[in-house]
């Protein structure tokens, strides 16, 4: 049971039309490790993403989370059958997803929009939900803003509400797509400081990112997605050190400053 | 007895038996449409033009003229315009003064849309950016070039889709010019009905007429908006 | 001034009567034209066999005048239907179908406005669709379209004056009764035109604030 992955993808494919964006993806993620997916834009790896908690369902492939399969049941017979969406949103409380855009609910406030899944998904009472929703606020460090609504918070603060609504439905993993990529720099950190507090007390987290130097600090592996596929992937000091793929060195050039 | 009385809603043959008289009451509503139409874009550009004056009074009188005609019932001003107006004018000239229907029916109409002609007006006027009069002003354009040379082009522009859609709401709004017996499509229903004694299939040719021309020129406008906005936009 | 008093002041409870009419009708129709506006936008975009019925009612009801309507609901319904069996319902039924094809069109441009990340959200903390519709979509149309809604019930004021056309005893109704009884028509008429003016003027500052208020609290809706 142990050394089941926490998340395992296994042969990822996803086509949009004549598009193929991922060609082929495997990869295990252990359970309260740390793992980092870099490459240009355009490489598949928000996608890869967003196939992991199925808001876009693979074309081929499947994900396991604790050995529990996204996409289909298996009865007694052996035979497999596509889960419902009943079944899926089940299985993607597990995943908490924080987003390039934040996408907090604006009509809610900031607790309201921590409490809301806890609430109405998990269907905690109220009190129970607030205890909840108080301290993973507390975790990103906003409790004081419990009562404001998004409009009324800064960019940064907003993303750390976003990280406190999925971090109170108590997920097994983190799933960050870009957390950071519509942030001013000067508001990146503290969003960072919370990534790196979560690392540190074990949150299994798949991050996709560009901020080379926290995907080297903070990552037990580092991916390197190209065109669909992972093209080197490894611990930080391997990627960022002596990456083998010339494709990874180049793109890697583009950071000097930042990582090494 | 409800199949008699849809088949009888159906058949418009007896609509159809009117068609003539029909039809030139169709006409009532478009003469009463394109002369309170340019009415209302006259009037409505000079109140626009006042709200954007640069003197106090001029604002204060461009803010009246909109506020009361906007928000007034077009009912209310056609009755207004019809049975009050003549009374005020001919105390203050000292004669007896009566308006013929059509007119009052222009009057009216023209008013109400005025208001918001005025509002579309000075929306697409504030759109404009200072820049751009200051650019005019640099080159040593009058403010009279300026206004018809650089601000109106560009507000015709910005304006027109909404533009548009008051004009399907104003000739909408002329069917009720019946009501103070403008011999319109209405007016001619009522009074068929009246000999016929069958209100089914003449209002719903009626309704059904209208419905027509409306559609047509709404899809038209919307038509015409969106390719106007691709071209503007591109 | 001695007109004003006896004509308008001295009438001033029929002029009332005649007002809270007016404001039972278009409350009515207001609520709906709210129901049947979500109702046919709901159906449009979700409901695929309705989609054609629902859009050619959506049309419509935009497309015909309200006069066209409300004689065509008041004469041809009874008829055709068995209903309305009064003048009021025929009323208020008439210009609540006219307000809910362009309150069906507000809400469906409301929809559409809520960015896609939004539900994904929903989604991503394992909400069912249901859910993001209750608790996400529709709270925020709400709030985006409440001023257009207000917008809405403006419309419904004006149009409701021709309801005393079919002898529904309005504000309007009342006026032009007292008209005919004095055969003075300046103060009377001008005194409702102002009532009719300056409600609908309050109505409209009213949903103005409401969008101000709205854009300060949620930073949403546009000016």
Redesign the interface.
Known sequence: MDDMPAIRASGIRKRFGELEVLRGVSFDVRRGSVVSMIGASGSGKSTLLRCINRLEAPTEGEVYIDGVPMGFVEDRGGRRRARSLAEINRLRRDLGMVFQQFNLWPHMTALGNVIEAPMRVRGLPRAEAVALGEAALEQVRLAEKRDAYPAHLSGGQQQRVAIARALAMQPKAMLFDEATSSLDPELTEEVLAVMRDLAQRGTTMIVVTHEMRFAREVSDEVMFLHDGVIEESGPPGQVFGAPRSERCRQFLSKFIGQAR | M?SD??R??VDLSLFWDYREVMLSGLAFNFHVFAASATAAIALGLGAALLRVAQALPFRVLGTLHV??FR???????L??VH??LP??LGAALGTRIEFHPFASAVIALGLVYSGYYAETFRAGIQSIPRGHLEAGRACGMSERQILWRIVMPQVVRRMLPEGLNQLVSLF??T??VS?ITVPDL?YR??MV?ATEMK??PL??G??LL??AV??AA?SLVRLASERWRRRILA | MGNWERLVWNQREVLLEGFLVTLHVCALAFAAAILGGLALCLLRMHVRPLRPLATLLIEFFRATPIFVQLMWVNYVWPELFGWPNSFFTAGWVALALQSSGYLAETFRAGIEAVPRGQREAGEAVGMGPALVMARIVLPQVALTTAPAIVNQFTVIVKSSTLVSVITVQDLMFQSQKLVNVWYEPIEILTATAAIYIAFVFAVSACGKRLSDALRRRFGIGSG
């Open positions: 409800f009385a849809l009888e809603s506020e009361t928000n007034a019932p077009d009912y209310i001003m009755v207004w049975f009050v009374l005020l909408k709004a069917t009720i009501l209405m229903v009522s009905t209100p089914l209002y719903t009626a309704a209208y419905f409306v559609f709404a």
